[in-house]
DNA sequence: AATCGTCACAACCGCCGCCTA
DNA sequence: TTAGGCGGCGGTTGTGACGAT
């Protein structure tokens, strides 16, 4: 904080008796708070809003700023990665929004945290159960968490594919390399396979690496199209107990809802179903 | 065209912990 | 030591946009 804005702390103006705004922000209000953080920098933020002129909290003026103003907010579309990151870090650390953001440069704890609610939330609703449940947080590590990973591969694939011919066709281990500091362990790989090794609370079915058991699941689609009898390592039985026996509504899944659609095609849902009734 | 329901997201609220006088 | 101010955080609400009827 400048001497200026210093000063103002011990400013008040006591000829201001008007109400404090509150609701939508205006363009002007916005410039103001622009304005003065450039000049100013960020500051104690109560003497902030009155320093700048303007008739909102100190609270409202942070939020307005690191929410939407700040230059360095990402706003848009949430992209795989970062859907499949939001995934991974709330699994580990639940509803810490703002420790889950410190790992999506750009994005704001209130930007994941309504993502969550309007996309994952709604999803567990239709499924009819809890988002806490055992079984959703299954769901998410073994269906819909390495399906992400498949498709952020694929259009990895289809990237590289567009730019060399040496990329292998049959490459498994493209990562996105997600975390910028070492507090999940340096620069953590996210694969299928990590999934299956740290996330799994139940027993995954032996084989002879995780390698194998992500390679087949990643050739889920090209299998199911044209052998119905594959073996599948990825504990869909366990999965599918979980369905059945908590009133899961698998049919709901059928259901498609805009960040569903991001996740599963028809022909996802369809194999989805098949290896349920086939595990029963 | 009007109404209704749903969705997405901005903004607010309340609580908590830290800091400072 | 303690009380008040403040910022951070998670939960909740309000509202505009949009599609369905």
Not at 92 to 117: C, F, M, V
Not at 247 to 257: C, I, P, R, T, W
């Amino acid at each position: 904080m400048d001497v200026k804005a210093r000063d103002c702390v011990h400013q008040i103006n006591e000829d201001d008796h008007t109400e404090l705004r509150r609701g939508p922000w205006t363009v002007e209000e916005d410039f103001k708070l622009i304005e003065y953080i450039a000049t100013h920098g960020e500051g104690r933020w109560n003497s902030l809003a009155r320093c700048a002129g303007l008739k909102r909290t100190g609270k409202s003026c942070r939020l307005r700023w690191l929410n939407y103003l700040r230059p360095d907010v990402r706003r848009g579309n949430i992209t795989l990665e970062e859907q499949l990151l939001i995934l991974e870090l709330h699994s580990r650390w639940g509803n810490r929004w703002s420790k889950i953001a410190q790992h999506l440069p750009g994005r704001t704890d209130n930007e994941i945290k309504n993502y969550w609610r309007t996309r994952v939330q709604k999803h567990a609703k239709q499924l009819k159960c809890d988002v806490n449940s055992k079984q959703f947080k299954d769901t998410m590590r073994y269906l819909w968490m390495p399906r992400l990973v498949e498709r952020i591969q694929a259009a990895a694939a289809a990237a590289s594919a567009s730019t060399t011919t040496d990329v292998p066709a049959t490459s498994t281990t493209t990562s996105t390399s997600v975390f910028g500091d070492d507090q999940l362990g340096g620069a953590q790989q996210v694969t299928s396979s990590s999934y299956a090794l740290e996330n799994s609370s139940t027993t995954v079915a032996s084989s002879d690496s995780f390698g194998t058991q992500v390679s087949q699941f990643s050739d889920f689609s090209d299998h199911y199209t044209t052998n119905n009898n594959i073996s599948i390592n990825y504990p869909t039985q366990e999965l599918s107990d979980n369905y059945y026996n908590h009133g899961m509504d698998v049919q709901s899944l059928e259901q498609f809802n805009p960040w569903l659609d991001n996740l599963f095609n028809a022909e996802d849902f369809y194999f989805l179903q098949q290896q349920l009734n086939f595990n029963m």
